[in-house]
């Protein structure tokens, strides 16, 4: 579980920066949703500050960003890797690879509600 520090709103969440209003852990379980006719595990983004966003990179760690989430969007999760920690230095090392028609890109755990590995790991197969 990844709990979360204030940081000044405009900087960017899991691009490299920290941002979230108050101390929360995304606890919240995921769910399995409808994508393109598979089941995919499903997760919506939760703890980023108004005014920010939680970016989504080329593989799993803070090098570039790809494209912009906000709180409440749901990310449909293809597969887990390890890498870099969050970016709140939780050490949260687990990362998804998105599972969606417009964004390839990986996210980390911390900022979706998956709640636990042992809650997702059944669900979500490690990439290859």
Do not use: E
């Not at 979360?4 to 899991?14: D, E, Q, S």
């Not at 090098?63 to 449909?76: E, I, K, L, W």
């Not at 970016?87 to 990986?106: C, E, I």
């Amino acid at each position: 579980m990844c709990r979360r520090a204030a940081a000044p709103a405009g900087t960017l969440a899991v691009a490299g920066a920290a941002v979230c209003v108050t101390a929360s852990p995304a606890s919240a379980a995921g769910w399995g949703c409808d994508h393109d006719g598979h089941t995919v595990w499903c997760a919506s983004v939760t703890g980023i500050s108004s005014g920010s966003y939680l970016a989504s990179h080329n593989g799993p760690s803070y090098a570039s960003g790809t494209r912009q989430y906000h709180n409440g969007d749901t990310m449909m999760l293809a597969c887990w890797t390890t890498g870099d920690g969050d970016a709140d230095g939780h050490r949260d090392p687990y990362w998804f690879a998105l599972d969606s028609d417009s964004d390839s890109g990986y996210i980390n755990d911390c900022y979706v509600t998956t709640g636990s590995p042992s809650q997702w790991q059944p669900h979500v197969p490690r990439c290859h």
